[in-house]
């Protein structure tokens, strides 16, 4: 059975290797110039960074039996960071419930380790689907048509699932209705070698939601790196502004609130997320129409997490091949 998955992300990367198991013939296909989605980093002035997912659990044992089978142990380690909460303006230290643990040497490992296990197709974007159940073709930006496929599941942010299935499953709808919050994920490289007062800080402020020291990562180089996200509120207010600007107004809000100055020559550069994660998950591990042959999934069914990526795809797979072949 021939299964196409638009969207390489974690649980387009977990139903792949779940359908290649089981004896099928899943391509992933990803219009990215990388594979892996939100979980990923970023090289820039001989620095790296994790601008999208900062880290990951595991509280289910599916997902650590998944990650013990298919990506190498020296690829993750647990990061024994020292965290916080900001709340009211106070920073109180936070002791996480769960370990927090990252991709070595960035989180973008994890999903390059995974695809090692799958066939995909990069910087290919997908804009409609034509064809039957059963006999789906998919078509790219240049017109190009690839397939066909027995199924075809959407795993791309909402907005952009909903309008691929639309007219083909009353899953189209369903999906639509959970919306997505914007991020700006903003690094600074320090001129001073200053670094924030914790290595992880949520925050309930209305700039900024998270902060952190990349280089207390295990495996990072040892130069301060700042990791600043911001909030959706104050993301959505500015989608409009030039980048240099929004650099500035979040390192300026991270020496208002943690009382650091990264230096007069500070750099930094910024990445902009539309879909960083959901106002509110849809509630259900995944969404199957087995008329139509026609599935969605992503973090935004179930959590706004990597392990609830893992999940989605993984219930989605024994969805389609049933629990005996999962």
């Known amino acids: 059975m021939r299964v196409g998955i638009i969207g390489g992300g974690i649980a387009g990367l977990t139903l792949a290797i779940r359908m290649y198991e089981a004896g099928h013939t899943p391509l992933v296909i990803d219009k990215g110039s990388r594979i892996g989605g939100r979980v990923s980093s970023r090289a820039w002035h001989d620095r790296a960074f994790d601008h999208g997912a900062q880290y990951f659990t595991v509280r289910d044992s599916r997902f650590r039996e998944f990650l013990d089978k298919h990506v190498p142990p020296s690829s993750w380690a647990r990061w024994d960071g020292r965290f916080a909460n900001l709340e009211n303006g106070v920073l109180v230290a936070d002791q996480p419930a769960a ?7 960035g989180m973008g490992t994890i999903p390059e380790k995974l695809a090692e296990h799958v066939v995909y197709r ?38 952009q699932s909903a309008a ?5 499953s009353p899953i189209a709808a369903e999906i639509a209705k959970v919306e997505m919050l914007p991020c700006f994920a903003c690094a600074i490289t320090p001129s001073n070698g200053s670094s924030l007062p914790f290595d992880g800080i949520r925050c309930r402020h209305p700039v900024i939601a998270w902060a952190a020291n990349n280089q207390s990562k295990p495996g990072r180089p040892p130069g301060p790196t700042i990791m600043i996200h911001s909030g959706p509120e104050w993301t959505r207010d500015h989608l409009s502004d030039e980048h240099p600007i929004i650099w500035r107004r ?6 208002e609130v943690f009382g650091v100055d990264f230096g007069a020559d500070a750099i930094g550069t910024i990445h902009r997320w539309l879909y960083a994660r959901p106002a509110e998950p849809l509630g259900r591990p995944c969404l199957v129409d087995p008329v139509a042959r026609l599935a969605a999934c992503g973090d935004w069914c179930v959590s706004a997490k990597v392990e609830g990526a893992f999940l989605s795809g993984d219930a989605c797979a024994e969805a389609i091949l049933g629990p005996s072949a999962v």
């Open 164 to 168: 691929l299935l639309e007219g083909r």
């Open 99 to 105: 370990p927090r643990y990252v991709g070595v040497p």
């Open 250 to 255: 979040l390192e300026e809000a991270a020496a």
């Open 122 to 159: 990069e910087e290919t974007k997908v804009v409609r689907l034509a064809g039957e159940p059963g006999r789906w073709v998919l078509i790219d930006d240049q017109e190009g048509e690839i397939g066909p496929f027995e199924w075809v599941v959407a795993t791309a942010p909402p907005i």
